[in-house]
């Protein structure tokens, strides 16, 4: 059986696109009555928007990472590597929570990203190929 990859950037918008269908089940919306157009392309720009901010997110985490030489950085660790500020840095986190709700921060998925980069001595990217938890 051969394992499944996928780019971080891509599972982060389909996360995202997941993310804001339960959103509108959630807020009422009847499931069995099919989108609009501008609906669909209002979901699918959210979507991408959402993702790309969290893939980015993950990004930057796993630089960090790699440039302190560290295993796990703390919320204030990494606004002070990437010279965001504290609340800005949570604002970013509200993206990343949204695609990954069972992580409070990106440390683990960083360091699956750093994990393969290092393996394929390519550059941390989010269009790097990945196992990626489901």
Request: some cysteine; hydrophobic content about 40%; overall charge positive.
């Amino acid at each position: 059986m051969k394992t499944r990859t996928d780019t971080l950037l891509a599972q982060c918008i389909l996360r995202a696109a997941r993310a804001h269908v339960e959103d509108e089940l959630v807020a009422g919306r009847d499931p069995h009555i099919t989108a609009n157009r501008r609906e669909l392309l209002r979901a699918s720009w959210k979507s991408t928007r959402v993702g790309a901010n969290a893939a980015s997110l993950t990004i930057e985490w796993a630089l960090a990472l790699d440039g302190l030489n560290a295993d796990d950085l703390s919320i204030a660790a990494f606004g002070d590597y990437s010279s965001d500020s504290i609340r800005t840095v949570y604002r970013r986190l509200v993206d990343f929570r949204r695609c990954w709700p069972e992580y409070e921060t990106p440390n683990e998925l960083a360091r699956i990203v750093l994990a393969e980069s290092r393996l394929r001595k390519s550059r941390i990217s989010p269009q790097l190929e990945l196992v990626l938890p489901a």
